[in-house]
């Protein structure tokens, strides 16, 4: 089938190439490249191709990687003689050998316990039943196995040169499982594609696959039956929320006030419900309601704010799952992570823990560290297809030490993990949360499954306006009319389930700003209503006529004991560039307290403060 497909795929780059060329000759321009070069190039491309698409290498394509003296030492273990005059005849020859049953069982006698073993040391016993594990392993994964994680449950095969084989005879003295098997022929090491992507794996011949013994296909690791069921039945929980989509809105009216700058994290968090701000930027610019100049796309934004919450948490959570632009991985508090060559996939992590927890039961209350236990033992290398713990420049937040090496697993991948759950998904609702124990929620299903996501709303919820010029909107109104509430009034710390506003001078002056007039907001004040006070309607209408009649300030005053001193330091240049307006006949306003005070002590007066 493969040579089939090269002779067609070249035969119609052939007819391609003779036309370019014949183009090129034409138009009196040398050909950018040959045919020969085009053809080798496409060929070399197919043949890498090749490799992904086709079945497991055989023992011949994996004996033709090795010299003549490995070939015949792995022939010397099973019993062969080999009369090949070179490498490749060898290889040859010793796959043709393997293929019989009989061949195989010799090799493996060597290599594995038997009854018949007798007078071995209690670590030669122990090297054959770790290699037993070891093939049985291969053999139940259906004959391959990622090499990062085989290698660090039955060991590293050292990277021996032809006179360190000769010297070492690994075959003979091996150091652990994996290099019993390699050493021994039995298995290769490849590049093959996989869920993740090309990585390596430690893999049986196809053609050896038939002579090894039946083991059953392991079933797939179910984490329902190994993540063990909290019994911390009494310890507080934090039930998940859908305040989220609120604050998405109140994110978007921030920059809607002022566009072109990221809201500052720690004036906007008395605002928020979560300390999101970072998430929600990246999701509202990955959903086009940001733009690259941080503000705020109507067109994209006003029918997400319209909507009910259930579809904009669930628009959100899409958005989360979907998201390069967001790394989970540099929001983990217990880590700093430095530039570098190296990349993460956040997709990747993302998808293995919602795979995860599908398999797990709702409504049951399930010990965070057994699952990140579980991931560990089963999907180690989840965001390491390579299974490279050490290129990667991550520092403990606190300690500043490189997290380098298999041993950091659970300070990278565990952290990881802890705050996937216990940080996006709780703030878009799918998790509830307990110390040290998490439980899916009905949003969660509804998300996995594709579906309407279950939550009602009071669509008969009112703003309630104050004569003193407060007005509340509650948490249950639509977020697209909280949005103008909150471009009208000067903002409220967070308090119960309703947001607060106060109508101020400052507040009705940016509502001005963006083009809207007191019309508008009486308008809108008595649509979400149920009654204005008629001393609140008559100070909206009189700035939409007359502005800001009245202005407060806070100021420093220097009161003088004697007036006559008023004059003296108004009118002398040590202290003079420091004083303001005058308030009074013994009193004016300090622009500069710091500048004053040292002016007039050289003056040799001393001033104190009230």
Same mark, same amino acid.
């Given at each position: 089938?493969?040579?089939?497909?090269?002779?067609?795929?070249?035969?119609v780059?052939?007819?391609?190439a003779?036309?370019?060329?014949?183009?090129?000759?034409?138009?009196?321009?040398?050909?950018?490249?040959?045919?020969?070069?085009?053809?080798?190039a496409?060929?070399?491309f197919i043949?890498?191709?090749?490799?992904?698409?086709?079945?497991?290498?055989?023992?011949?394509?994996?004996?033709?990687?090795?010299?003549?003296n490995f070939?015949?030492?792995?022939?010397?273990?099973?019993?062969?003689?080999?009369?090949?005059?070179?490498?490749?005849?060898?290889?040859?020859?010793?796959?043709?050998?393997?293929?019989?049953?009989?061949?195989?069982?010799?090799?493996?006698?060597r290599?594995?316990?038997?009854?018949?073993?007798?007078?071995?040391?209690?670590?030669?016993?122990?090297?054959?039943d770790?290699?037993?594990?070891?093939?049985?392993?291969?053999?139940?994964?259906?004959?391959?196995?990622?090499?990062?994680?085989?290698?660090?449950?039955?060991?590293?095969?050292?990277?021996?040169?032809?006179?360190?084989?000769?010297?070492?005879?690994?075959?003979?003295?091996?150091?652990?499982?994996?290099?019993?098997?390699?050493?021994?022929?039995? =298995?290769?090491?490849?590049?093959?594609?996989?869920?993740?992507?090309?990585?390596e794996?430690?893999?049986?011949?196809s053609?050896?696959?038939p002579?090894?013994?039946?083991?059953?296909?392991?079933?797939?690791?179910?984490?329902?039956?190994?993540v063990?069921?909290?019994?911390?039945?009494?310890?507080?929980?934090?039930?998940?929320?859908?305040?989220?989509?609120?604050?998405?809105?109140?994110?978007?009216?921030?920059?809607?006030?002022?566009?072109?700058?990221?809201?500052?994290?720690?004036?906007?968090?008395?605002?928020?419900?979560?300390?999101?701000?970072?998430?929600?930027?990246?999701?509202l610019?990955?959903?086009?309601?940001?733009?690259?100049?941080?503000?705020?796309?109507?067109?994209?934004s006003?029918?997400?704010?319209?909507?009910?919450?259930?579809?904009?948490?669930?628009?959100?959570?899409?958005?989360?799952?979907?998201?390069?632009?967001?790394?989970?991985?540099?929001?983990?508090?217990?880590?700093?992570?430095?530039?570098?060559s190296?990349?993460?996939?956040?997709?990747?992590?993302?998808?293995?823990?919602?795979?995860?927890?599908?398999?797990?039961?709702?409504?049951?209350w399930?010990?965070?560290d057994?699952?990140?236990?579980?991931?560990?033992e089963?999907?180690?290398?989840f965001?390491?297809?390579?299974g490279?713990?050490?290129?990667?420049y991550?520092?403990?937040?606190?300690?500043g030490?490189?997290?380098?090496?298999?041993?950091?697993?659970?300070?990278?991948?565990?952290?990881?993990?802890?705050? =996937? =759950?216990?940080?996006p998904?709780?703030?878009?609702?799918?998790?509830?949360?307990?110390?040290?124990?998490?439980?899916?929620?009905?949003?969660?299903?509804?998300f996995?499954?594709?579906?309407?996501?279950?939550?009602?709303?009071?669509?008969?919820?009112?703003i309630?306006?104050?004569?003193?010029?407060?007005?509340?909107?509650?948490?249950?109104?639509?977020?697209y009319?909280?949005?103008?509430?909150?471009?009208?009034?000067?903002?409220?710390?967070?308090?119960?389930?309703?947001?607060?506003?106060?109508?101020?001078?400052?507040?009705?002056?940016?509502?001005?700003?963006?083009? =809207?007039?007191?019309?508008?907001?009486?308008?809108?004040?008595?649509?979400?209503?149920?009654?204005?006070?008629?001393?609140?309607?008559?100070?909206i209408?009189?700035?939409?006529?007359?502005?800001?009649?009245?202005r407060?300030s806070?100021?420093?005053?220097?009161?003088?004991?004697?007036?006559?001193?008023?004059?003296?330091?108004?009118?002398?240049?040590?202290?003079?560039?420091?004083?303001?307006?005058?308030?009074?006949?013994?009193?004016?306003?300090?622009?500069?307290?710091?500048?004053?005070?040292?002016?007039?002590?050289?003056?040799?007066?001393?001033?104190?403060?009230?």
């Amino acid at each position: 089938r493969m040579v089939a497909l090269v002779v067609s795929v070249t035969s119609v780059i052939t007819s391609v190439a003779n036309r370019t060329t014949l183009q090129c000759k034409l138009e009196t321009q040398p050909s950018p490249i040959t045919n020969y070069q085009l053809l080798f190039a496409v060929s070399l491309f197919i043949l890498h191709c090749s490799l992904f698409i086709s079945p497991m290498p055989t023992l011949e394509t994996v004996y033709l990687d090795y010299d003549l003296n490995f070939l015949k030492a792995i022939a010397s273990q099973a019993g062969i003689e080999l009369n090949a005059p070179n490498a490749r005849a060898a290889a040859t020859q010793l796959a043709q050998a393997l293929q019989r049953h009989e061949t195989v069982e010799l090799l493996l006698y060597r290599i594995l316990p038997s009854a018949l073993n007798e007078n071995i040391s209690p670590e030669q016993l122990a090297l054959k039943d770790q290699t037993d594990a070891a093939l049985k392993h291969l053999i139940a994964s259906q004959g391959r196995a990622p090499l990062a994680q085989f290698c660090r449950r039955y060991g590293e095969v050292r990277p021996l040169g032809p006179v360190a084989l000769a010297r070492e005879k690994p075959w003979e003295n091996p150091q652990n499982a994996t290099e019993s098997l390699f050493f021994n022929g039995l =298995i290769g090491r490849a590049f093959m594609e996989s869920d993740s992507g090309p990585q390596e794996f430690f893999f049986i011949p196809s053609d050896l696959m038939p002579n090894l013994p039946n083991v059953p296909a392991a079933p797939p690791p179910n984490p329902a039956e190994a993540v063990s069921v909290s019994i911390d039945a009494d310890s507080a929980s934090q039930f998940a929320n859908v305040g989220l989509a609120d604050d998405a809105v109140t994110v978007l009216a921030a920059l809607q006030l002022k566009p072109g700058k990221i809201p500052d994290p720690e004036k906007i968090s008395r605002y928020l419900r979560h300390p999101a701000l970072h998430l929600l930027m990246s999701l509202l610019t990955d959903l086009k309601m940001i733009g690259d100049d941080l503000r705020v796309d109507p067109e994209q934004s006003k029918p997400f704010m319209q909507a009910d919450r259930g579809a904009q948490l669930s628009t959100l959570a899409t958005a989360w799952r979907d998201s390069n632009r967001w790394n989970d991985l540099l929001h983990v508090p217990s880590l700093k992570p430095e530039p570098g060559s190296w990349r993460n996939d956040p997709l990747a992590a993302r998808a293995l823990i919602l795979k995860l927890c599908a398999d797990l039961p709702a409504n049951e209350w399930r010990s965070l560290d057994s699952f990140i236990t579980f991931v560990r033992e089963h999907h180690a290398d989840f965001q390491r297809p390579a299974g490279d713990y050490d290129s990667w420049y991550i520092r403990d937040a606190k300690t500043g030490e490189y997290l380098r090496g298999f041993e950091h697993w659970d300070d990278v991948e565990g952290a990881l993990l802890r705050y =996937i =759950i216990t940080s996006p998904m709780h703030w878009l609702g799918l998790v509830h949360l307990k110390p040290d124990a998490f439980r899916l929620t009905t949003l969660f299903t509804a998300f996995i499954a594709d579906t309407a996501w279950p939550l009602t709303e009071n669509k008969e919820a009112k703003i309630v306006v104050r004569s003193d010029g407060t007005f509340t909107v509650p948490f249950d109104m639509n977020r697209y009319e909280r949005f103008q509430a909150a471009r009208i009034g000067e903002w409220q710390p967070l308090s119960g389930n309703h947001y607060s506003y106060r109508l101020t001078g400052n507040s009705l002056n940016t509502a001005g700003l963006q083009s =809207i007039t007191a019309k508008h907001i009486i308008s809108f004040l008595r649509r979400h209503c149920e009654r204005i006070p008629n001393n609140v309607v008559e100070a909206i209408d009189r700035w939409g006529r007359s502005g800001v009649e009245a202005r407060a300030s806070h100021k420093m005053i220097l009161r003088l004991e004697n007036p006559g001193l008023l004059d003296f330091v108004r009118r002398n240049p040590k202290t003079s560039p420091y004083l303001g307006e005058v308030l009074g006949s013994s009193s004016i306003e300090v622009k500069d307290w710091k500048r004053l005070q040292e002016g007039m002590m050289e003056l040799g007066l001393v001033v104190g403060e009230a």
